[in-house]
């Protein structure tokens, strides 16, 4: 299919609080690319969660849009807002999807942009965490929860690490890591949980004898933290377990500027979703003030993934255009106020949208 024009039918999930605004302006800046890149017009695919939802099925997550998403390859996912539906309705629909449709690996780029202060300024790194299992109550089990209560005065939580989960992210992270700097650290806490973290990193271990072009070294979680704060710019491709991969990643998105800039692509072998990392903002809602950036540089992920799995370079150019365009955008001084500036989210968007045309 290599610059083959291709009809992409996306599914299109605008979520809570700045959701609607930020995919909206996702949404334009992949029209725009698509178009410069010579490929047929997306057909977007709206679907619903949220309070939306709430309000049209009495269920934040229903079964209308899970089934509906069997249908995509790829689709966009817009921040929620869980902590606000109603008490009996705490689901949290970002990891509902990700369990249903088999998304086990999670991709979190961080790297400092050019017009962005940066705690990390030569950051430049991936997080693969894996997404389906590890500490994470409302994936690690077939029925019921991975947390729990037996009596009102103990609570309890249950860890899964399989040998399964641990070799397939191992692949995606060793994979990506040919791509970039060819070093692949596994980050564990083999000195406290060696059973479970420790299979974890042994099995990475195991996987990496199939890449042997690849620099393959560990670290515990704790030191990786600091390590992170004190010379990020030694990293390359990190690879964890849920918990860790959800803790670190923010860590390394803060280092990089903002958690506002931080993208993400949840995927598995044959699907792909992006989602920013960052959340609802609710109290932003409305007021055109947030930062589309994540969103547009998640969806960047999403056509880059799409462009290797069709070998279409079409598709690369377009990812290729959207991540420029955001870069340079930020480079110009243009950007939202939680980065310092003075540019709505409507006119951040036009921005991009005018230098996705440029080379």
Not at 96 to 125: H, Q, S
């Amino acid at each position: 299919m290599n610059g083959v024009k291709a009809n992409l039918r996306l599914g299109v999930i605008d979520g809570d609080g700045i959701g609607p605004e930020v995919v909206a302006a996702t949404r334009a800046v992949v029209d725009e690319a698509i178009g410069a890149a010579g490929l047929a017009p997306v057909e977007w695919v709206p679907l619903v969660i949220g309070h939306d939802a709430i309000a049209a099925f009495g269920n934040p997550l229903p079964e209308q849009t899970l089934t509906a998403l069997e249908d995509f390859d790829a689709w966009i996912l817009g921040p929620h807002d869980n902590a606000s539906y109603p008490s009996d309705m705490r689901v949290a629909p970002g990891g509902v999807i990700r369990k249903r449709l088999g998304l086990y690996a999670n991709i979190r780029p961080a790297a400092a942009f050019a017009g962005v202060r940066a705690m990390a300024p030569d950051i430049d790194l991936v997080i693969v965490r894996e997404n389906s299992e590890g500490f994470y109550a409302d994936r690690n089990m077939f029925a019921g929860s991975g947390e729990f209560r037996p009596t009102e005065d103990v609570a309890m939580a249950v860890a899964v690490i399989t040998r399964k989960a641990c070799e397939r992210i191992a692949h995606q992270a060793l994979r990506l890591a040919q791509g970039r700097r060819k070093r692949v650290t596994v980050v564990h806490k083999a000195n406290v949980l060696p059973m479970t973290t420790g299979l974890f990193r042994d099995v990475c271990y195991a996987v990496a004898e199939q890449y042997p072009d690849v620099t393959v070294d560990d670290e515990h979680v704790d030191a990786m933290a600091a390590h992170l704060v004190r010379s990020p710019a030694e990293y390359d491709v990190i690879v964890t377990e849920n918990l860790f991969g959800d803790i670190l990643s923010d860590l390394a998105g803060e280092l990089s500027g903002s958690l506002g800039m931080a993208a993400s692509l949840n995927c598995s072998d044959t699907r792909a979703m992006a989602q920013a990392v960052h959340g609802a903002a609710p109290g932003l809602a409305g007021h055109n003030r947030a930062n589309p950036a994540a969103l547009q540089l998640s969806a960047a992920m999403l056509l880059r993934w799409l462009a290797v799995r069709d070998d279409n370079s079409s598709l690369h150019d377009a990812a290729d255009r959207i991540t420029r365009a955001v870069a340079a955008t930020l480079a110009a001084g243009i950007a939202t106020a939680d980065l310092g500036g003075l540019a709505s989210t409507s006119e951040f968007t036009e921005q991009v949208r005018a230098r996705v045309h440029r080379r």
